[in-house]
């Protein structure tokens, strides 16, 4: 957790300061990590390292776009030198293979990657929700605060395909050896945030890239945007593993490197057994019975790792981890008989409605709702109208009321970034 500082008289930060101190994270700079390795962090929405040789140079990841790949160019300035020999994609996010044709210049790179990155598809469910929008594209900048591992994400330059270059070099199995431009890079199948990432391992210099495997947030197994759970057993046997190599520098793909040996096992422990942690409580929890909605109450982090800066919700959040191994395991079935076949949400409304005494008297149970701060009980009651009449405005405006003290609650961007998005359509539309 971030130093407490005074903000509002407490001493206790409010989670947007909580949020905003985590800019510090983003701020552009090209950090001198270890002889020959330059981290370019803060420039796009992913970090850029590069790999000095004998010679050429090696790009690890790319950023988002050709025009933040041109800014991170610029930033290497006189440390990059061509040709570059060759190119590493940690994984498929548009965020990290979207700059590679400015990298790569008229050099014609090797370009590396997992077999498992070409066989990818699209991750499926990445359209519009109730228009909402996690990384908050579409957010005025009065609002908008971060994107949990990145400043931000597409909001002024989009992601486009345009930079992408197709791998030349795929390698199967658990891992491989390059040798090139001096360098012995070990490329490690380490499936974690996405199947076919890859960390890529320089021994003789201790440095790690652990792709987006690590970084400095809670991590989003299970996104607000729609995903499949990011299976949690194989992220921990990657953790494992990279613990085991005992670095000294850790790049991650997203925010700051962190050095020193012992640093660098403590966040990677942390990862592991603070994931490890949660899969069990809650496999333990399925076992006894519990539905997800009793889950997410009782699943906590131990208090050592609630603690751990690592492992702050920032992008992900435990209790959407809870949710989303409990339906990767046991389906979406809490197992009370009430939810085999329940009521359509507009007839359930209808009924509430009458019992409360009309459109009216549920208003104004909201209205009082909001005034003394219950929210969640407010937004709850207004949906049961908003069902009925997606265009009432009081309704509306009672709901966007209720959702953006919701935002100014949350530390989690993604989850503000949700919240605002949809106060403002509501207002809006
Ligand atoms: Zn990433």
Partial sequence: MSEPHPIDGTGVPTPAER???????????VI???????AAVGFSASNVTLLQGDGGSVVVDTGANPVDAQAILEAFGERFVRPVRAIVYTHNHPDHTGGARVFAGEDAPAIH????????????GRGPRFGGDAFGTALPDALFINAGTQLEYGRRTPHTR??????????DGPQTVIDIAGLRLQLIHTPGESPE??????????????GDDFYKSWPNLAPLRGLKLRPVEPWIASLDTMIGLDAEHLVQGHMRPISGRAAVREALSAYRDGLRSVLEQTLDGIRRGRTPDELVQEVRLPPALAASPYLQEYY????????????????????????????????RAARMLEMVGGVDALLGHARSAVNRGDVQWAAELVDHVLVLDEHHPTARRLKAEALRELAERQVNATARNYYLTCALALERD
């Fill in 19 to 29: 949020l905003r101190a985590l800019n510090a994270e983003f701020v552009p700079q």
């Fill in 32 to 38: 001198d990590v270890a002889p020959g390795v330059f």
């Fill in 113 to 124: 990657c997992h077999r498992t990155l070409v066989d990818a598809r699209p991750e499926a």
């Fill in 162 to 171: 345009e930079g992408f270059l197709l791998p030349t070099h795929v390698f």
């Fill in 197 to 210: 990432n890859v960390a890529v391992w320089i021994a003789d210099k201790g440095v790690l890239l652990p």
């Fill in 316 to 347: 992900g959040a435990v209790s959407w981890t809870v949710r989303g191994i409990y339906a990767d395991v046991v389906g979406w079935f809490d197992g009370n008989p009430t939810g085999i076949s329940p009521l359509p949400p507009p007839d």
